[in-house]
């Protein structure tokens, strides 16, 4: 089982719940040989909340749905897209095409910085800059995406 270290302001309880047979089999399965079951427990505790989180706009909601049908649709097909490069190109054009679908209409240009700042430096001139890219753009919300994610046990190893 991994070493499961936890930050020294994440407190451990004990708690008992009672399960249907079933339902502790169905655990125990989906646990497998990664982790115990009270770590499968935990996170899909941990998932639920995260659920809950789901986007209010509608349509992005709408593409976060497509997205996962394709890449359920692809590993059926054609194996997981983060194990096999035909079905990750799949899967990539894909949501190119769903993204070029819902694209707005006329140039992208940056917004204008809804709070000016006189001493403004950083973030507020990359983003508000009207010679920014959205790929630069696109990099910092991916960088703070990867450092604000949960940690899985299995991340970043190679199979």
């Known amino acids: ?28 399965q989906a646990a497998g040989e990664r982790w115990g ?3 499968e427990i935990r996170r ?25 049908y394709v890449a359920d649709a692809t ?24 993204l070029a679908a819902s694209r707005p ?4 240009v940056p917004k204008a910085d809804p709070n000016p700042s006189p001493d403004a430096s950083g973030f507020a001139n990359l983003f508000f800059d009207p010679d920014s890219k959205p790929q ?4 910092i919300f991916l960088g703070e995406w990867r450092h604000a994610r949960p940690k899985h046990p299995d991340h970043g190893k190679r199979r």
């Open 1 to 28: 089982m991994p070493d499961m270290k936890r930050k020294i302001g994440d407190v451990m309880i004990q708690s008992a719940i009672r399960l249907p047979q079933d339902l502790r089999q169905r655990l125990q």
């Open 37 to 39: 079951m009270n770590e």
């Open 44 to 68: 899909r505790l941990e998932a639920s909340f995260e659920a809950e989180r789901a986007p209010t706009n509608a349509k992005t909601q709408e593409l976060l749905d497509a997205i996962a």
């Open 75 to 98: 590993t059926d097909y054609y194996g997981s897209w983060s194990e096999d490069a035909f079905a990750f190109d799949v899967l990539k054009a894909s949501v190119e095409l769903l």
């Open 105 to 108: 209409k006329g140039e992208a």
């Open 136 to 139: 630069d753009i696109a990099r």
